[in-house]
């Protein structure tokens, strides 16, 4: 297949395991040394405690890390396999991703560091953005420099970044954990809104605080 | 966007350093090798005679003594062989002397001139007149003369002035009859002679080689083997201090003081050559200054580099700014350098054109500066490209 014009339908693990786990260390874990596959249009909550590799799952998806065994495949083609172009395809056409971390560039006005990306990918015009900001609630925040957000209003602005691109897959490495309820619920209907747009499949790891998915069927996976 | 992002690191002091560094070591280099081209054609178009040397060997108490006919000092076949094999000889050729009597004289102003001569003969590829005027015909029977032009002289300033008689001009030279006696096996014969021409190479008096083996076989004594006392040697490279070595290792002089200003030129050249050389090292000094505050640059971004590739920037569109800076910084360098070459180069342009050289290596200057910079661009865009490479990941 190929990564930059097909939609991507589904990912597939097989027995993957991360490098610096044991067969003890993954105990009863769905995902890890299984066949499993996420579908596109699906929900999929991603439970686990701390240090069960949630960021590691979404780096490897992401193809950001490969130190694991076993294989990941997208639509059948071996993780492995893709180049570095086609690593960029991959994230700007197929998979997106809101890293736990945010990775927001604190030089950069919060707005700017959305539009970052959307100039990569043209995905939404500049009102699509302010309106997004508008209904998080941090609208008066977008001139700001990044750096001198609070962590909550962070993770808002890099989850508008994350969804300003075309998607198959969003992967949201705990995405509200430091968002209220009633953000929350802003924030988890924007993210399947979009997705529903998209057909597109909704990964979302969290420890305690789950992002709220409204609606859908949503598939609870221990880690 | 990205601009603003990487921007932040740059360090104004590393590249300015760089820059500054490689204007210096360039423009050297550009200078130098400016000065060498025009030395080049100044050294080709300043003589023609240069690439002519003739040997002889030294005349010693030994040969005096010897009464002249002694063998000492003319070369052996051994010695001729010995330098055809040099480098630096072309072509080799041989002066072969009458081996009879000449006596020349000429009716001129009303007063009659009259004095023994000498002739010698060599191949025809080193006479350097018209060879159409200097041919001889037995049946014709006029010989043609090769004068060094230094004779004109001593006769227009020495010989006329003191004697009162007119100067000559080499055309009214050309006009003056006249008679040539030869004799010796037991012949005599009176040939009419013209000069046929001045030569600037050949310090002799010169007939054709056709009239020489003639007049040999008719009035020569052919008693022994004649072997040459003197040598014309065209040289390949000019200033070569090859040469001077080989003549005083096998004690032999050289006529020639266009020797010493071939040297002049030639340590000129060699000095040129480790001037360049400096300002080579220079530049690829200022080049290593350059990789290194890159690689310090792409280090300090490596965050912000791993951060665009996960957003989904291709290692070219971040790389992009990275060669967008090394080049604008080297055509910067390149323009620069070969404005101060090209204003350097002016001090000499004048002393040049006075050897009757043009100095055109603009072209070369300016070809060269660019081949360099360009080479130099292209290796610090590899080597950026696998920096990027490296942080990316």
């Known amino acids: 297949m190929s990564l930059t014009s097909e939609r991507l339908s589904r990912i597939t693990f097989e027995n993957v395991i991360p490098d610096v ?203 | 966007m990205i601009i603003t992002l990487l921007r932040r690191n740059i360090s104004k002091w590393q590249l300015g350093a760089y820059g500054v560094a490689c204007l210096t070591g360039l423009s050297i280099l550009l200078v130098s090798l400016c000065f060498y081209a025009d030395l080049r054609s100044a050294q080709s178009t300043e003589n023609a005679s240069s690439d002519y040397i003739v040997l002889s060997k030294p005349v010693s108490v030994l040969s005096v003594i010897g009464g002249g006919t002694s063998t000492a000092n003319s070369f052996s076949g051994a010695e001729i062989e010995d330098l055809k094999r040099q480098p630096w000889a072309k072509r080799v050729g041989e002066f072969t002397s009458a081996d009879f009597n000449i006596s020349a004289s000429v009716e001129f102003a009303g007063r009659g001139l009259s004095t023994a001569l000498f002739f010698e003969s060599l191949p025809d590829e080193f006479i350097d007149i018209d060879l159409t005027d200097f041919r001889f015909e037995p049946s014709q029977g006029e010989i043609p003369v090769l004068v060094p032009r230094d004779y004109l002289a001593l006769y227009n300033y020495g010989f006329a002035a003191s004697r009162g008689m007119p100067q000559l001009s080499e055309e009214i030279i050309r006009q003056v009859p006249i008679q040539i006696a030869v004799y010796g096996n037991g012949h005599y014969d009176i040939f009419p002679a013209r000069i046929a021409g001045l030569s600037s190479r050949l310090n002799t008096i010169a007939v054709p080689e056709s009239f020489m083996s003639w007049a040999n076989e008719r009035y020569g ?75 310090l640059l792409v280090q300090k971004n490596s965050d912000k580099i791993r951060d665009l590739t996960l957003l989904g920037y291709t290692r070219r569109q971040v790389g992009k700014f990275y060669y967008r800076l090394v080049i604008i910084i080297n055509s910067t360098v390149t323009i620069g350098a070969i404005a101060v070459a090209l204003i350097v180069s002016r001090i000499w342009q004048d002393a040049l054109s006075s050897f009757g050289a043009t100095g055109n290596s603009y072209v070369l200057v300016i070809a060269s500066a660019i081949i360099i910079m360009a080479i130099v661009t292209a290796i610090s865009v590899m080597a950026c490209s696998k920096m990027i490479k490296r942080a990316s990941r």
């Open chain 1, 21 to 223: 786990f044991t067969r003890e260390d993954v105990g009863a874990s769905q995902i890890w040394l299984r066949d499993f596959s996420f579908e596109r249009g699906k929900h999929y909550l991603v439970e686990a405690a701390s240090g069960s590799g949630k960021s590691s799952m979404c780096s490897f998806i992401y193809h950001n890390r490969n130190d694991y065994r076993g294989k990941i495949s997208y639509d059948g083609r071996d993780a492995r396999s893709l180049t570095a172009d086609e690593v960029s395809g991959l994230r700007c056409q197929h998979i997106a991703l809101l890293p736990q971390e945010l990775r927001l560039f604190g030089e950069l006005s919060a707005i700017d560091n959305v539009r970052l990306k959307n100039n990569l990918t043209g995905h939404f015009t500049e009102e699509d953005i302010l309106g997004m900001f508008e209904r998080l609630g941090i609208a008066d925040r977008a001139e700001r420099p990044a750096s001198q957000l609070s962590i909550g209003q962070m993770q808002r602005v890099a989850l508008i970044r994350a969804l300003c691109q075309p998607f198959d897959f969003i992967l949201l490495d705990e995405p509200v954990s430091h968002l209220d309820e009633a953000n929350n619920l802003i924030a988890a209907q924007l993210v399947s809104e979009t997705a529903a747009r998209q057909n597109a499949g909704v990964i979302a790891t969290s420890v305690g605080n789950h992002l709220l998915l409204p609606g859908k069927d949503t598939v609870h996976l221990k880690l």
């Open chain 2, 221 to 295: 004594k052919a008693t022994s083997e004649r072997k040459p006392s003197r040598l014309i040697v065209e040289l390949s490279s000019p200033g070569d201090p090859a040469i001077a070595e080989w003549l005083e290792e096998n004690d032999i002089e050289s006529s020639d003081d266009q020797l010493i200003s071939d040297r002049t030129i030639y340590l000129a050249g060699l000095a040129a050559t480790v001037v360049g050389a400096i300002g080579a090292v220079i530049a690829a000094l200022a080049v290593m200054i350059l990789l290194l505050s890159l690689f």
